[in-house]
């Protein structure tokens, strides 16, 4: 039964990664020939998504060796039950890494906005300009509404603070509201957006502090949580055999629950004290 669990399980990751490939190859052949920017964009979107899925199911080779190792099936039932949260994980840190680059974009799109408005460029196409600067190809739908809102003397700054609706692009809500003054109130929209980068900026770095400050919390975190992997490896290596008492034993499955019931617990609590800090 462990044999069979132990080739299914490697055939699902194999499997998983393959169709992963196929996809991507499919996406690439309708969306990124014969369509423009806009289907490269589309490609590139599919892309993105799928890389960097399917490392959860390094959760199940893991499963494997520890049922060879201990002769139990309940390592491959865990290994089961932890690729959804691996997964939930990975795309919780990828929603965040994009988050951050668009960010990031946010202040380029300033930068070159306040140059191109200090060259002499008129908004229209200084904002148009630096559009297509951050967005490389102009193909992301929120900018391009942005943009053809600028050309064609459109609703800008509601086409701003609608593409500030994705998670890392708030700071566009502050390009609308000095757009907004500069055609309203006559003021200058270089200055006005001078003060935005720089509190843009500003808000980055605390960030980037905080970070390094909470990393050793993380750390710590880390280190706690392979603490009973590093005993169980401590005691094979001294001729014990913590798999077998764990997994064929009644008190050893007790300690198991109750342990893998604590470490959970643990990892969540000092997971959300980290992120709590990180939030504020």
């Not at 002499?120 to 904002?127: D, S, V």
């Not at 502050?174 to 055609?183: L, M």
């Not at 270089?190 to 502090?209: F, K, N, P």
């Amino acid at each position: 039964m462990i044999l069979f669990g132990a080739v299914a399980s490697v055939g699902l990751a194999v499997w998983g990664r393959l169709e992963r490939r196929r996809v991507s190859r499919r996406a690439e052949a309708l969306f990124g020939t014969g369509s423009g920017g806009r289907g490269r964009s589309v490609a590139r979107t599919v892309r993105d998504r799928l890389t960097g899925l399917g490392k959860e199911w390094l959760c199940l080779p893991v499963a494997v060796l520890l049922a060879l190792w201990g002769q139990s099936v309940l390592p491959l039932v865990a290994g089961a039950l932890a690729v959804p949260l691996a997964r939930r994980r990975l795309r919780a840190g990828e929603r965040r890494r994009v988050a951050e680059r668009r960010e990031e974009a946010v202040r380029g799109l300033c930068d070159v906005l306040v140059g191109e408005l200090r060259a002499g460029a008129q908004p229209a196409e200084a904002l148009t300009t630096a559009v297509r600067a951050v967005g490389r190809d102009g193909s992301d739908p929120e900018l391009t509404l942005v943009v053809a809102a600028a050309r064609f003397g459109g609703d800008v700054p509601g086409a701003l603070r609608e593409a500030a609706r994705r998670p890392g692009a708030e700071g566009l809500v502050g390009v609308a509201a000095c757009w907004r003054v500069a055609v309203d109130g006559g003021a200058g929209l270089a200055a006005g957006l001078d003060r935005l980068r720089a509190a843009m900026r500003a808000q980055r770095d605390q960030r980037e502090s905080l970070r390094a400050q909470l990393a050793g919390a993380r750390s710590t975190v880390v280190v706690l949580a392979l603490l009973p992997v590093a005993g169980l490896a401590m005691g094979w290596a001294m001729g014990a055999d913590p798999m077998g008492v764990l997994l064929h034993t009644p008190a050893g499955l007790g300690c198991l629950v109750v342990g893998g019931l604590l470490e959970a617990m643990g990892l969540w609590w000092a997971g959300r004290i980290v992120r709590g800090g990180g939030a504020s």
